[in-house]
């Protein structure tokens, strides 16, 4: 892990290519992060969007107006570390999510549930091999 807070390292936000379904992300971007460093606490993104306006380029041509605005997206699992429970869920709360208890409760049940459909499809078909992932 670097110790250096000025490093050098820049994250690039990748996406994979292809169907959703099957895919490693789902869909969702990832950031590969070399050996020797960690994710990012924070993450800070500029939004670009057209104002609808035009001006001049170096050409006469028309180009599109666009306005910058600077965004900060922070590590919720960094978060849930440096703050109390009732602070990071009213944090959780603010970005319109359930409380950490109520979210792990949903996440285990759909695990149960994948893991019961598991055992089923091996005790139907007569699978020995076949291994729960």
């Known amino acids: 892990m670097s110790t250096n807070p000025f490093r050098n390292w820049m994250p690039e936000i990748m996406y994979e290519e292809g169907p959703a379904d099957g895919s ?9 992060v ?3 460093e ?3 606490m924070c993450l800070f993104i500029f939004e670009s969007k057209e104002t ?3 001006e001049p380029g170096p050409e006469g041509e028309e180009l599109p107006v666009t306005e910058m605005e600077l965004h900060q997206y922070a ?3 960094f978060l849930k ?3 109390s429970l009732a602070t990071y869920n009213e944090i959780r709360a603010a970005l319109g999510l359930e409380p950490l208890d109520a979210a792990v409760a949903k996440i285990q049940v759909f695990q149960n549930f994948k893991k019961e459909k598991h055992q089923t499809a ?3 078909f007569n699978i020995s091999n ?4």
């Not at 490693?24 to 590969?32: K, Q, Y």
């Not at 076949?130 to 992932?133: L, R, T």
């Open 122 to 124: 091996k005790q139907l």
């Open 34 to 36: 070399p050996v020797n």
């Open 81 to 83: 570390t440096k703050l």
């Open 24 to 32: 490693l992300t789902s869909s969702l971007p990832f950031i590969p």
């Open 52 to 54: 609808g306006e035009v």
């Open 130 to 133: 076949f291994k729960h992932k």
């Open 38 to 40: 960690s994710m990012p």
């Open 75 to 77: 590590d919720m699992n």
